[in-house]
């Protein structure tokens, strides 16, 4: 396990209505309450970057886990901190779907998974068989692209009444035309096939001020969530109305302005940036303690030691912090958490809390199992 890890390192080279939350609310104290093991199978990688939890209709957790190693999801049980089965998917043939880059969750044994570069979604089920394929179009508004859900750059489908709700990234095919003018949220309806964007567009000043173009997507029961990663502010659409209301979460250890891109030109540049600049990298529902959390990526407190490890940083950062928000989008607390210990990426929700792995390189690499990774659940409390 540690050899693929460390492979794998080696390797990573408006509708709306301002709110301002910002203020935080009370004495705010997040801390961790256990830990526990899941275990790994001889092929598995310890670090996924597509992690999601499912709470089945009984009150249980499940972990869906994607091995890139052997194009599979594993399937975990949360409470009985063991594998409940595993979702081989194939490449190729007639039950094919290429190379898995990310997935979501409609049902426990149902999952839609991103087909690798198409405006095209599979719909598996528990044993990896195809049972649907679903695409979109959008006339002649603008054209569809791919969407990967994965848990970096945090994009999750989000369904209610068998509509999902998903991502369109930025169409480089438009790169001459004003970004703005597209519309990054589309609905397809599974039960009459049918697939519309939504009217909500993205903010024109953004883009003017040339920041970091990936977004951030996921939702919950009534809403979905929508975020650039350079931008303090969240969207939230109601999934009904589809009217959208903006706040400002920003992350109290971001102290200085966010840096725009004009100096980027080249992979090493993006690295570089990624590396030495704080980036919004998730936003979670957690319907067990009825909050939201939002995930900030945190440049090393020393800037000068990010020039000499900007590759190993853009996937596996030091810092990190994580903001906890009520339902109404108003900031409980922030909780930093200690260098070079947790990987962010493999952060999920379960009924006990807040679930955290003990995956980064810096931690894994000398004090990490083999056969297992360790998770620690963290909680808050507000006073």
């Not at 007639?94 to 570069?117: A, E, H, M, N």
């Not at 049972?131 to 999750?156: A, H, L, N, V």
């Not at 519309?183 to 040339?210: G, M, Q, V």
């Not at 962010?344 to 929700?349: E, K, L, M, S």
Request: with cysteine; proline share 5%; glycine share 6%.
């Amino acid at each position: 396990m540690k050899l693929i890890l460390l492979s794998f390192l080696c390797f990573t080279t408006l509708m709306h209505s301002g709110c301002s939350k910002e203020e935080e609310s009370g004495s705010f104290l997040m801390q961790k309450l256990s830990s526990f093991d899941l275990p790994l199978t001889d092929n598995m990688r310890v670090n996924s970057f597509c992690v999601r939890s499912f709470h089945d209709r009984d009150g249980k957790d499940f972990l869906y886990y994607l091995n890139g190693v052997d194009n599979s999801i594993y399937v975990y049980d949360v409470a009985n901190r063991s594998i409940d089965h595993k979702m081989r998917i194939e490449r190729e043939g007639p039950q094919g779907t290429g190379r898995v880059v990310g997935f979501s969750i409609i049902g426990k044994d149902s999952i839609l998974l991103s087909s690798g570069g198409y405006p095209s979604n599979f719909l598996v089920g528990k044993s990896g068989q195809i049972i649907d394929k679903f695409e979109y179009k959008w006339e002649d508004s603008q054209p569809p692209t791919f969407s990967q859900w994965d848990s970096w750059y945090y994009r999750d489908a989000s369904v209610k009444d068998g509509v999902v709700y998903f991502p369109q990234e930025i169409n480089f095919l438009k790169i001459d035309k004003d970004y703005f003018e597209q519309n990054p949220i589309a609905a397809y309806d599974l039960r009459t096939r049918k697939s519309r964007l939504l009217s909500f567009k993205y903010a024109e000043d953004y883009f003017e001020k040339n920041l970091p173009r990936p977004m951030i997507f996921s939702g919950d029961e009534n809403y979905v969530y929508f975020s650039m990663i350079g931008n303090h502010t969240i969207y939230r659409i109601d999934k009904m109305t589809e009217s959208a209301e903006e706040y400002e979460v920003k992350s109290k250890y971001i102290t200085n302005k966010i840096q725009n891109r004009n100096k980027v030109a080249g992979m090493d540049d993006v690295l570089r940036y990624n590396a030495t600049n704080p980036r919004y990298m998730g936003i979670y529902d957690d319907p067990y303690r009825n909050v939201t959390y939002r995930l900030v990526i945190l440049p090393p407190e020393d800037l000068g030691s990010a020039e000499e490890k900007f590759v190993q940083l853009d996937r596996f950062p030091e810092r990190f912090s994580i903001i906890v928000m009520d339902k109404e989008m108003k900031i409980l607390g922030e909780h930093l958490f200690p260098n070079n210990i947790y990987h962010p990426a493999g952060i999920f929700v379960s009924s006990e809390g807040l679930c955290v792995p003990k995956t980064h390189p810096g931690y894994y690499v000398e004090n990490g199992k083999e056969t297992a990774m360790t998770i620690d659940v963290f909680n808050f409390t507000v006073e």
